[in-house]
C-alpha cells in the first residue's frame, strides 16, 4: 500500500496544525492575573527536583557507561 503522505510530513503538518489551530494566549491572561500564593512555592521545588534528577542522570550515566568503557572500576574492591 502506497501512503501519498510521508511520515515526516506528516509529523510536520500535524505540529503546524497544532499551532495554527491553538487558542489565543489572551484568553489565559485574567487566570493567569489571579493566581493564588501558593503556586509561588512550587516553582522552586520542581525546578530543584528536575536539577537533581538531570545530575543523578548524567552521574549515572558516567558510571555505568563512560567508566566501563575505559576500563574504570567503580565500587568494593574483591579479595
Known amino acids: 500500500m502506497k501512503t501519498p503522505v ?3 510530513r506528516s ?5 503546524v496544525l497544532l499551532v ?4 489565543p494566549a489572551s484568553g489565559a491572561m485574567p487566570v493567569l492575573a489571579e493566581a493564588k500564593p501558593w503556586h ?3 516553582a522552586p521545588v ?3 527536583s528536575f536539577v537533581g534528577l538531570l545530575i543523578m ?9 563512560v567508566m566501563l568503557k575505559y576500563g574504570v572500576k567503580v565500587g ?3 579479595s
Not at 509529523?11 to 505540529?15: E, F, P, R, V, W
Open 46 to 48: 520542581l525546578t530543584l
Open 11 to 15: 509529523a510536520l503538518l500535524s505540529a
Open 57 to 65: 542522570l548524567v552521574v549515572g550515566y558516567v558510571v555505568k557507561v
Open 40 to 42: 509561588y512555592w512550587l
Open 6 to 8: 510521508k511520515a515526516g
Open 76 to 78: 568494593r574492591k574483591s
Open 20 to 23: 495554527l489551530l491553538a487558542g
